[in-house]
Every structure is written in structure tokens, then in C-alpha cells.
T-cell receptor
């Protein structure tokens, strides 16, 4: 079993839809939870960062962390064609080192 | 200011050859990371430097892989006796401080193809 599980999709939605992206994890030592967006042939860029459990909102994006269920989510409201990209969840914590573990990424297509 | 840069952007080599991949981090960033990303997968951690020293190299797959950061800035990932399975995008990232809780800024990656 992978430490971080993420459905690779692809996920296709119409413009304006609410998008829900999710990851599950197995290591309870993870404390920092992140969502990255990656466009084709580019490096990932950080979208949202949450420490421990709770919600965080930034514009059209909301990140949720439920440590009791080992489940994290990213919601995108009023999705736009420019949101079409791969979304990677990532997490870190002291697990004998400081490495960040990424999910496989979910490919999102927002149709105009 | 300039972001993380990586050279070359593409590298094609033959099985068994030696390659070096270079990363120039953002100026002032003390932490530097190397990842490998295969098609359809997320980045896989390889090694993390804090300053000149490797703080965590547990992700290096075997002794054919080695990375250095001699002056605490530019880093080079070195792969000996390349194999076809080494083909991937190699990503470098840097952050202002130590790994946890510090945003990692990624470069565009070097696409390595081993024929």
C-alpha cells in the first residue's frame, strides 16, 4: 500500500462546476498537508498549505484536512478552463527524515 | 527574482552512460530537494540538502545515484551507468528554510531519456 493514495482521474467537468479532489494517507506522523498544481511540462506550484487538521480557504480554493480519517480534500469553486491541470496532494512530517510524499496526481479538465 | 532553474531541459543518453543534471536554486534558499517524476506519477523524493550537507538521502534508489551541493547553492545530480528505467523527469526544488512547513519552489525539470 502506498503512503498516499490519490485517484489519477481524469476528471472532466463543465466550466463553473465545483470540483472535489481527495487523497487518503496511512502515516499518522504527517502534519503538513499541501496541494500543488502542475501544468504540462512544468514543475509543480504550491496552491494550498495546511498544518494539522482543519479548513483553509483562499479565493476559489478550499483545503480540508481530517486527520482522524487520514483524508484530505481540495475544493475548487466556479471552475475555469485555466484550472485544467494535474493536482497533486503532498504531505510531510517527521518520519525519520523530512521528505515530502506526493500522491500520483489527479488530471482535471474543465470544459468551456 | 529568478526562480529555480535546471539544465539541461532535455537529456538523451545511451544505456550505460554517465549523466549530470544541474539545479540552480532561488538565491538565499538554504534547502534544496531532488525528485524524480515518472509519467502519470507524482514526484518521488530522492534527496534533500540543508546547506552543503545531505540531510536525508533515503530516496536515492541505489549507489548509481549521487548528488552534491559543494557551496550550498548549485546542486548536481549524478547518475552512473544509466539504465532505461532511469528515464523520467528530474525535478529540483528549493525552500527558504528546513523542509517542514516551508514552501518548496520547483524548477521546470530535466527530462532524461535513456535509450
Amino acid at each position: 500500500q502506498k503512503e498516499v493514495e490519490q485517484d489519477p482521474g481524469p476528471l472532466s467537468v463543465p466550466e463553473g462546476a465545483i470540483v472535489s479532489l481527495n487523497c487518503t494517507y496511512s502515516n499518522s506522523a504527517f502534519q503538513y498537508f499541501m496541494w500543488y498544481r502542475q501544468y504540462s511540462r512544468k514543475g509543480p506550484e504550491l496552491l494550498m498549505y495546511t498544518y494539522s487538521s482543519g479548513n483553509k480557504e483562499d479565493g476559489r480554493f478550499t483545503a480540508q484536512v481530517d486527520k482522524s480519517s487520514k483524508y484530505i480534500s481540495l475544493f475548487i469553486r466556479d471552475s475555469q478552463p485555466s484550472d485544467s491541470a494535474t493536482y497533486l496532494c503532498a504531505m510531510s512530517g517527521y518520519t525519520g527524515g523530512f521528505k515530502t510524499i506526493f500522491g500520483a496526481g489527479t488530471r482535471l479538465f474543465v470544459k468551456a | 527574482g529568478a526562480g529555480v532553474s535546471q539544465t539541461p531541459s532535455n537529456k538523451v543518453t545511451e544505456k550505460g552512460k554517465y549523466v549530470e543534471l544541474r539545479c540552480d536554486p532561488i538565491s538565499g534558499h538554504t534547502a534544496l530537494y531532488w525528485y524524480r517524476q515518472s509519467l502519470g506519477q507524482g514526484p518521488e523524493f530522492l534527496i534533500y540538502f540543508q546547506g552543503t550537507g545531505a540531510a536525508d538521502d533515503s530516496g536515492l534508489p541505489n549507489d548509481r545515484f549521487f548528488a552534491v551541493r559543494p557551496e550550498g547553492s548549485v546542486s548536481t545530480l549524478k547518475i552512473q551507468r544509466t539504465e532505461r528505467g532511469d528515464s523520467a523527469v528530474y525535478l529540483c526544488a528549493s525552500s527558504f528554510g528546513q523542509g517542514e512547513g516551508n514552501e518548496q519552489f520547483f524548477g521546470p525539470g530535466t527530462r532524461l531519456t535513456v535509450l
